[in-house]
């Protein structure tokens, strides 16, 4: 029986792919790299995140500098006003709160991103704050299920009585390694990884609309 919903946050929650790509790519540009194009990046982008910029370029040391993160947040705040929240996502979250399931948001992004979108667009009364967990919050980033595991372990829950929710190969690799239910949702042109990339991680559930998570028991 599904009590808890975990959720990641961009592609998923909030559609800002290309306002993160903006963000990533003027990061690879300041120093001195060369960016992908938005289906490039599709196609390539990883987590943890300094594997992509190792995949640029980047010496090992650089993509553990604090500045990354810092200058990452900037650029995508700069970009804010083009954030969007998908169509789905508050239709869902208040069918999952109307059955009496717990919603959690687990995410790779940094804090002052997630805090951001969750004042934006009225977020914090679906996830409470004991139950966001960004960047920081675990010891290792997806694709190790540390962030997922952390979740269940601070709210209560058993592996089996939750879901996750990603767009991307590592959210999968992670929710398989937690233990939950692993559900992909590919949106067109929303999703950070292409729907080849998500569907050959093979998820217990591939979805298109967020609203058919509510048919996961």
């Known amino acids: 029986m599904i009590r808890l919903a975990i959720f990641d946050h961009s592609g998923v929650l909030v559609d800002d792919l290309r ?107 679906y996830f409470k704050s004991h139950c966001v967990f960004a960047h920081g919050d675990f010891k290792r980033d997806k694709p190790y299920p540390d962030s997922i595991e952390v979740a269940l372990k601070r709210l209560g829950y058993d592996r089996n009585e939750a879901f996750y929710v990603g767009d991307m190969r590592e959210d999968i690799t992670a929710a398989r390694g937690a233990g939950v239910r692993s559900v992909g949702i590919y949106r067109e042109g929303g999703s950070y990884h292409t729907k080849e990339l998500l569907a050959s991680e093979n998820p217990d559930f591939l979805i298109y609309r967020l609203t058919e998570v509510e048919n996961i028991r």
Not at 71 to 83: E, P, Q
Not at 102 to 107: G, N, P
Request: charged fraction near 25%; charge should be negative.
């Open 19 to 125: 306002e993160s790509w903006q963000a990533i790519s003027k990061l690879v540009t300041l120093r001195g790299y060369k960016p992908d194009g938005l289906d490039a990046f599709r196609r390539n982008f990883q987590l943890p995140y300094w594997e992509y910029l190792r995949f640029k370029g980047f010496a090992i040391e650089e993509t553990h500098y604090s500045s990354i993160v810092s200058d990452y947040v900037r650029f995508y705040h700069s970009t804010i006003d083009h954030v969007k929240l998908f169509d789905d996502v508050e239709q869902t979250l208040n069918g999952l709160l109307d059955e009496g399931i717990e919603l959690a948001l687990v995410s790779h992004s940094p804090r002052p991103v997630i805090d951001t979108t969750l004042k934006r667009f009225n977020l914090s009364k």
